[in-house]
């Protein structure tokens, strides 16, 4: 399964912001890639103050990687980190490895586009919930309570492109060898 999309992202205590999304998953293993503009950070992203010349506009990508690690890519200023090797992209089966429950069906309207989507909720770290287009397997919208904190991404439906991915936008970051300070990328090492 490969594709691509721009995303909303929405959280309560943060703002808003689109990302560019891209997802790889075969045989060999699950792979994404965040491409955030400046001033967007996830929490990956936000607090690495190592990396040079770090601002407000600086852009951020989040990369997990072929190679099993995830790294952050600063490509403004040319620098980049390891983040870490037991977190990484969510694999296409991950509805039925955690024993989703249904949760029933939605309205899913975007960019002016009605559509029917279903429901499906995990119970893992976080309560993870997860909507796609009723027949397809394309992606409605992704929510979850981290940290007491309603975080979204919705799917922007007109871009959304299923289509082979190039390899590259998930390889290692080459010479990224430093580890990343960030909170998220810290924690657990």
């Known amino acids: 399964m490969e594709w691509s999309a721009k995303v909303d992202f929405q959280a309560e205590h943060h703002r808003n912001w689109t990302f560019q ?22 929490e990956m992203c936000e607090d690495n103050h190592k990396a040079p010349n770090m601002g407000q506009n600086t852009p951020c990508n989040v990369v997990f990687a072929t190679n099993g690690w995830s790294y952050l890519q600063y490509p403004a200023n040319g620098y980049c980190c390891r983040c870490r090797q037991d977190f990484g992209a969510v694999r296409y089966n991950w509805l039925d490895r955690c024993q989703a429950t249904y ?42 309570h981290k940290n007491g904190e309603l975080k979204a991404w919705y799917f922007n439906l007109d871009t959304y492109k299923r289509e082979k991915q190039d390899p590259s936008l998930f390889e290692p970051l080459a010479d990224c060898t430093e580890l990343c300070p960030s909170g998220p990328c810290a924690a657990g090492r």
């Not at 045989?27 to 400046?38: N, P, T």
């Not at 960019?111 to 499906?120: C, F, Q, T, Y």
């Open 21 to 42: 999304y891209y997802y790889l998953s075969n045989d060999q293993g699950s792979y994404s890639r965040y491409e955030h503009d400046g001033d967007q950070y996830d």
């Open 103 to 144: 949760m029933g069906q939605t309205p899913i309207r975007y960019k002016g586009r009605d559509e029917r989507g279903v429901v499906w909720q995990c119970h893992a770290q976080f309560d993870n919930n997860y909507s796609s287009i009723i027949g397809s397997e394309i992606p409605g919208r992704f929510w979850e």
